[in-house]
Each structure stands twice: as structure tokens, then as C-alpha cells.
């Protein structure tokens, strides 16, 4: 296990994209962590948090995505997710968090879908 999880931060337009790269755990998370609250605590955030280097995340990083959607949604905006790699698609879809979060191919379309 990676002792921590790489986070760059990226603003795009009306939007921020937050790359994250390494393996999602208890004990990785709390930078990524950081980063998506501070985020989702502006006015109206539009959050991307791509995935594509990410190739586990445990139940922590899970909590972690449902925190930071819920309180993007309570100040107006949104998370969404790119780049989903399939392990971490599958856990996204035995806990039905697919329902809350939308999956999108890249970080463009992420930025672009309507609705």
C-alpha cells in the first residue's frame, strides 16, 4: 500500500477537475479528503474527481465521494466522476453509489454533460 495518494488540482472554466493517483484508503485519503470538502464547501462547486489513476479505493474513499457530493449538492453544485477504472467501478456499483455519483468516460465529458 502507497502511504499517500497524489492530488493535483486543476481549475477549468466553471468547474475544478481534482486528479487523484495511487490507491484509496483509511490511511491514504485525507489530502483527497481535504481537497473535495474544501471544494465542495464553495458557493455552487462543480467538482470532476478523476479517477483514472486510482486502482483501489476501500470504503473510506467511498464515505469520502458521498461526503463531497452531499455538501456540493447543499451549496448548489455537483461531483462527478471521470475515468473510473473497473475495480473501483465495481465497488461504485455493489454500493449503488452510481446512483448518486455519474460516471463518465473522461473529464471533458464530465464537464459538458447536461443535467
Same mark, same amino acid.
Not at 470532476?48 to 469520502?64: P, T, Y
Given at each position: 500500500?502507497?502511504?499517500?495518494?497524489?492530488? *493535483?488540482?486543476?481549475?477549468?472554466?466553471? /468547474?475544478?477537475?481534482?486528479?487523484?493517483?495511487?490507491?484509496?484508503?483509511?490511511?491514504? /485519503?485525507?489530502?483527497?479528503?481535504?481537497?473535495?470538502?474544501?471544494?465542495? #464547501?464553495?458557493?455552487?462547486?462543480?467538482?470532476?474527481?478523476?479517477?483514472? #489513476?486510482?486502482?483501489?479505493?476501500?470504503?473510506?474513499?467511498?464515505?469520502?465521494?458521498?461526503?463531497? /457530493?452531499?455538501?456540493?449538492?447543499?451549496?448548489?453544485?455537483?461531483?462527478?466522476?471521470?475515468?473510473?477504472?473497473?475495480?473501483?467501478?465495481?465497488?461504485?456499483?455493489?454500493? %449503488?453509489?452510481? %446512483?448518486?455519483?455519474?460516471?463518465?468516460?473522461? *473529464?471533458?465529458? *464530465?464537464?459538458?454533460?447536461?443535467?
Amino acid at each position: 500500500m502507497s502511504d499517500k495518494i497524489d492530488v *493535483a488540482v486543476r481549475r477549468v472554466g466553471d /468547474h475544478t477537475v481534482v486528479v487523484a493517483s495511487g490507491s484509496i484508503y483509511f490511511d491514504t /485519503h485525507a489530502a483527497l479528503k481535504e481537497t473535495l470538502l474544501a471544494l465542495a #464547501g464553495e458557493d455552487k462547486p462543480r467538482i470532476i474527481l478523476d479517477l483514472s #489513476g486510482v486502482d483501489l479505493c476501500d470504503s473510506s474513499g467511498l464515505n469520502m465521494m458521498a461526503q463531497t /457530493h452531499l455538501t456540493a449538492t447543499r451549496n448548489g453544485g455537483w461531483l462527478r466522476l471521470a475515468g473510473v477504472q473497473p475495480i473501483v467501478r465495481q465497488v461504485l456499483e455493489a454500493t %449503488h453509489l452510481t %446512483h448518486m455519483l455519474p460516471i463518465y468516460e473522461t *473529464a471533458e465529458q *464530465a464537464a459538458y454533460a447536461t443535467g
